[in-house]
């Protein structure tokens, strides 16, 4: 061969391996971005057909939950509805079906709660070791009271706040009641 055609050919050699190498990375990069993007979009679609199979997840569904300290005793309790009060360790009737929160002491006593009762009214209530002591009524169809009280007995030693249907004031101290009004006593 010539010199001059054998210089031409292999600047042509060359010149072809560089575009094979050129073509090999950049199929190689295609390749990987590729993947990449295959990944990505599947990671994506996962997520997506995750949460279009369950509910959202933010929320818990329970018909109770029950809060107890280190010693095992229910503290706290959620539920829908509640169970019958504890008073001195013993489950007692309830007055009547409540859903709410209800919170007791560390010998595991109902001292109080935030509750709903069937016919609509809300309650919030504080208790003493054995009684109910104050309970704040928000009526279903408008209006609230406030009744605070000391001892077994309400009708010892009461205090109401009423707006249903008149607001008044009523006080009972020693058995003896007392009524005040907008109008006056």
């Not at 590729?34 to 679609?45: E, I, N, Y």
């Not at 009744?147 to 707006?163: E, I, K």
Request: glycine share 10%.
């Amino acid at each position: 061969m010539i010199p001059k055609e054998h210089s031409q050919l292999l600047n042509r050699v060359d010149a072809l391996e560089r575009i094979v190498r050129r073509r090999r990375r950049m199929t190689i990069l295609g390749v990987l971005a590729a993947l990449v993007c295959g990944t990505a979009l599947g990671a994506v679609l996962s997520t997506v057909s995750a949460h279009a199979q369950r509910p959202d997840d933010r929320f818990l569904t329970v018909r109770g939950l029950t809060v107890v300290d280190d010693n095992g005793v229910p503290r706290m309790r959620l539920g829908a509805p509640l169970p019958n009060p504890i008073v001195l360790g013993k489950q007692v009737p309830r007055q009547g079906i409540v859903s709410g929160l209800m919170l007791y002491d560390s010998d595991g006593d109902e001292r109080g709660g935030y509750v709903t009762e069937a016919h609509g009214d809300v309650f919030l209530t504080l208790d003493a070791k054995r009684y109910q002591q104050a309970v704040f009524i928000a009526n279903r169809d408008g209006g609230a009271s406030l009744s605070v009280w000391s001892g077994p007995n309400r009708n010892n030693n009461y205090v109401s706040l009423q707006a249903v249907p008149t607001p008044l004031i009523e006080i009972v101290q020693n058995g003896t009641k007392q009524v005040f009004t907008a109008a006056g006593r």
